[in-house]
């Protein structure tokens, strides 16, 4: 078995579950996302280490990264919104870190109450605490607003290039880019791919797109063509950005998996077992909406795995 | 003012209202055309010369067209299933004809009670009727399953190419392509959007796509990129094919107005007159669900359109 040719880091225990305003149960979490990784997701974002007061939803991040670390199949990823909350999930054993940078001062400042380049000083902070810690963790970082705000509108896209740049030189594994607000275009999400890949080179990340104006889609076959080879995306299309006024939509893993398919780009992906795993949330939340058109309509007749393309066509 | 870079063909008026169970009364029809070309819809798809007691939907089809051609900005299609309904929508005024024709034979035998070559055969037909007629006309095919069928599954790429061939050779004007059933992905989007041009040159067609799947507007970024510069597109994403099940879901005209404007591609149509626009459809078919993403979340901070490329950015 090869690794897959497209990397889907589903977003949806972190993102989704920190966007609303009920609380999913410890065990429901730790069901669901054992439920994603059986249906083959090899990275799954899994809590905040933010302060409970801020996030109740997130006050058992610990328990939830100490339950993910048990299954051997996932890289687990949790969101640190500094040191603190570094050192925090590093001890629960999370295997990567992302922290929250923001290409848009407004959205910086409403979001982290701090300016980016200090967003990259907390960066910096937690580089150091890997090369002090007597295990190692990934780092990796995605530009929020990086394709427009909804407080700035247009955000200058050599300034978001700058950041990234700085943010490789400040030690990080990867910088991605992020389309917080539903603001991306597949030509400009052609363009700033490019860019970034001609200046980072390996340390160019991966997309996170959301589909607030539909769009989602369009921007992963636009991404897809300069590179770009890991997605976010968030079971149902849970989450989005809770301090971006109308930033609601990720894009549904279960439509970017069937999309990825096929066009023969192997996830590893199961989509039965992946929409079987809706009904965990159903149960735990039983009053959020969960989204995707692909739950709906159904597989495709004569649908077939990229991995299976030597299999019989009907 | 130049001609917009990409035409969108509204078929709401049509394929929408054809699909549902309700009948829009003819003045909310009229009115409903009218808005839209206020809006700068250049081509729509108004009405379907089928015999009253299998479409009530369209038995005022005669009194649309007839009002719809008073409009000079647009382009007025009808759709018409034999020479009989097309010597009626001629009669009517219309100004380009579209006729069935499916790749798929089950869809053909069930849609059409002919096989594909039968279909052809009417469509030469209507070419003939053109040749006798006084008053010139366009024909214009959209082959429908192209990309797969709900009855057959896949359906072999070269067959649908030989019957776009077939269509040429039979004197229409333009044959298109039509994911019918929300089959198609971008990579097949690209592969017989290019063999199409390969083989009809200034003949081929534009591309109707649905959104059954969520892969609607993926599958437009794909178009683009072979070249494809008309696409079919609903208002509030209404109607779809009532033969083949679960077929339901035409690509949002708003959404994909967004898209292409935000590209940079001119479509000469304005955002706010066209979600204007959504009000008499909800008015005159009240419990019909609207879709669209952009309708919902707005234009983003310091949106402008392509043809404004030159005006101040925020």
New interface residues.
Partial sequence: MTDPVVLISEVGPRDGLQSITRTMPTTAKQGWIRALASAGLREIEVASFVPPKLLPQMADAADVVADAIRIPSITVLALVPNLRGAEAAVAAGAHKLTLPVSASRAHSQSNLRKTPEEAVEEVRRVVALRQDSPRSFGIEIGISTAF???????IDEQWVIRLAVMLAEAGVDSVGLSDT???A????VRRLFRQLHAELGDKAGGAHLH?????G??N???AL?VGVSTFDASQGGLGGCPYAP?AS?NI?TE?LV??LE???LDTGIDLEALIAARRIVAEALPDEPLY???PE??L???FHYARDASGA??
């Fill in positions: 427009g705000c909804t407080m700035e509108g247009a607000t539903g603001y275009n597949p030509a400009q589909n607030t104006r539909g769009q889609l369009a992963v076959v636009a063509d109308g939509g549904v439509d069937f999309l096929s066009m023969g995707g058109h692909l309509a159904g495709t007749k004569g066509r009907p």
